[in-house]
């Protein structure tokens, strides 16, 4: 019988499996929707198989290597002081109904009914099923903090799933969530999402990774309260913007800009010139009909305040960046003072904004409104902008003689950063510096939640002075699917994949050549003496010509290849995967050492 103490002490063996005995459905074609190398190596290789749109099989060699990914996940979690659990797929809609998520997920949720008509979602994320559970688990702030997670699957109607694993209908996801009676201090939120980040770097450093952890948009209670983690890769769908001096990264909504020169000063170029512009959809229509270009022009958004009526403060928010320019929400917020969402379009026009139409004169003719202006909206004596009229524009549109008075009084009117930043954006961080834009994938996203989920579901502990308090909370997420095809990203050529040891699904390939007694023999000798140092290894026996053979290898992408053929007698032909070229003949005695060398 084998004790405990000799499980624990022994290392751990190696497995051999025949590749004539699993099931690795390699193929010349990628398929025909498939355009990121990700996707058309792990479908080529074998590893996923197309169910339904968004919807895969993880085969056999797939998941060998989420399995590593998982582990890897799991070691970093368990030593920053998580703890694993699994909480269903099936969640009942009432939960998302009490935090309103039923509503603002909208078609993403995957929703059903079951025999006796009870609503169910299948979990897109499960802060609402987590809650549920440490609502009625805990009582006292004697029993936080606490950090839970799982790795789970996740259902999400995405509208265009694509790329394979990178954006699917069904993913793995690892989601983990803390709870804390304090955002500082000793058991508080922010040591703990420390931590998690520091947790998250690891993770991705030992999937062999190049990643940032970029500032992402804020939560509910300020700060810089949540980073996303970015794959550096060219055919990402994110955009980070980076300052190549300092090594700020956000992405494009979080991004500050350093600061812009602007002045309301310029002398009028003519007399305000009134066009009719009936049914002209969006800004560059209205541009090219003007005969100007949409940097030209002012865009003016209208906000209004969602701060409690007592709390005072504007009703409305203007925001007016320049035509080609995107107006930022969370940057309106911070320059306006106040919370703030896309005005009502009918309160808006009941209260005499011309919507579509809007000039930031505006903000003189309707009472309580705040004008926010980008600095690139400045300086220029003749813009083209709304006539605050249905159906018209102006021409020479000038700050000083349109808007007047209200420009020097910092209550009406303010200059300040309220668009999403571009590359070229002189950096917040670094004088004389502009900023650069690189592509990403994200695959980890931690966020500090506050008590968006205790308040609306009711959780709250007794503190030490015996009130009740709301719990505050964090969740931290990982694409442990996406990571995966993250990873192909990073480390293919034109003939497949090339996966680092630690995560490939196994460390050496043994392919016999005319796979007859003898020849496999000698493969299986080999793969034992590997398997006893704790290799993986796989053996192709298959009685296919070595062309194919060959081919299958670099496509699967086993960092280490060995060849068993009659022409090599006594030698076997050693292979790194990364290398190009031809193998190196070796003898048998070496090959198990330089396979050890190679794997590192
Ligand atoms: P995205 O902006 O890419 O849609 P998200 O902000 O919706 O991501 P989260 O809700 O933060 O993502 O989920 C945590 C992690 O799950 C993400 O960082 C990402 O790695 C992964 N993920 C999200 N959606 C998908 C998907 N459709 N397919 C695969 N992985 C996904
Ligand atoms: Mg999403």
């Known amino acids: 019988m084998t004790t405990l103490a000799a499980t624990l002490g022994s290392p751990r063996r190696g497995e051999v499996a025949l590749w004539s005995k699993t099931l690795i459905p390699t193929t010349r074609e990628a398929p025909a ?14 590893y996923i198989r197309k169910v339904g749109a968004g919807v895969y099989d993880y085969l056999p060699l797939a998941w060998r290597v989420l399995r590593r990914i998982e582990e890897i996940i799991r070691e970093e979690l368990n030593a920053a002081g998580c703890c694993e659990m699994l909480m269903p797929v099936l969640a009942p809609m009432e939960l998302f109904r009490e935090t309103g998520r039923d509503e603002a997920y909208g078609d993403d949720l995957f929703q059903l009914r079951d025999r006796h008509d009870r609503a169910f979602a299948l979990g897109p994320t499960h802060e609402e099923v987590i809650t549920e559970a440490m609502r009625a688990s805990v009582n006292s702030y004697k029993q936080l903090p606490v950090t839970v997670y799982q790795i789970q699957l996740k259902f999400r109607d995405e509208p265009r799933p694509r790329a394979g694993l990178l954006r699917g209908r069904e993913f793995i996801m690892k989601d983990a969530y803390s709870f804390h009676l ?9 040591e703990t999402y420390d931590r998690l980040y520091g947790a998250y770097s690891n993770i991705f450093r030992r999937c062999g990774l190049d990643f940032s952890a970029v500032e992402a948009v804020a939560g509910p209670i300020g700060g810089s309260a949540s980073h996303e983690f970015m794959v550096n890769c060219e055919t990402g769908e994110d955009t980070i913007l980076v300052c190549p001096k300092t090594g700020y990264a956000a992405n494009v909504e979080k991004c500050e800009t350093g600061a812009r020169p602007w002045s309301f000063d310029d002398t009028p170029t003519g007399e305000v010139e009134k066009v009719h512009t009936p049914n002209l959809p969006g800004i560059d229509v209205v541009a090219e009909a003007m005969g100007v270009q949409a940097m030209d022009m002012l865009k003016t958004v209208v906000f209004e305040s969602t701060a409690p009526k007592k709390a005072g403060g504007p009703k409305w928010v203007l925001a007016t960046v320049r035509g080609d320019h995107d107006v930022n929400e969370d940057k309106v917020k911070t320059a306006a003072g106040v919370p703030v969402k896309l ?16 000039s930031p004169a505006s903000v003189n003719t309707v009472g309580g409104t705040v004008l926010v202006v980008d600095p690139d909206a400045t300086i220029g004596g003749a813009w083209v902008t709304g006539a605050d009229e249905a159906d018209h524009h102006v021409r020479h549109f000038n700050w000083k003689r349109e808007v007047g008075a209200a420009l020097g009084d910092d209550t009406k009117v303010r200059v300040a950063d309220v668009r999403n930043a571009h590359a070229g954006d002189p950096s917040p961080r670094a004088e004389g510096v502009t900023l650069e834009e690189r592509r990403g994938i994200e695959v980890g996203h931690i966020f500090k939640l506050g008590t968006k989920y205790s308040e609306a579901m009711g959780l709250s502990v007794l503190d030490q002075d015996q009130k009740r308090r709301p719990v505050i909370m964090g969740c931290y997420g990982i694409g442990v699917s996406r990571t995966m095809a993250a990873c192909v990203e990073m480390s293919h050529d034109d003939n497949g994949i090339i996966w680092p040891a630690h995560l490939a699904p196994y460390h050496v390939l043994i392919t016999v050549l005319k796979a007859d007694e003898e020849r496999l023999g000698l493969a299986r000798k080999l793969a034992d003496e590997l398997a006893a140092k704790g290799v993986d290894v796989l053996i192709d026996d298959r009685a296919e010509r070595p062309g194919p053979k060959f081919k299958d290898a670099d496509l699967v992408g086993i960092p280490v290849r060995l060849t068993v053929s009659d022409r090599l007698s006594d030698l076997v032909e050693f292979k790194r995967r990364a290398d190009a070229g031809k193998g190196e003949p070796i003898a048998i005695g070496e090959a198990v050492e330089r396979c050890l060398e190679a794997l590192g």
């Open 33 to 46: 929707d498939a355009e990121m190398p990700s996707h058309v190596f792990l479908a080529r290789a074998g």
């Open 182 to 190: 304090d955002v500082e201090g000793p058991g508080g939120l922010n």
């Open 343 to 358: 005005a009502d379009e009918q309160a808006a026009r009941a209260a005499g904004f011309a919507i579509g139409y809007v």
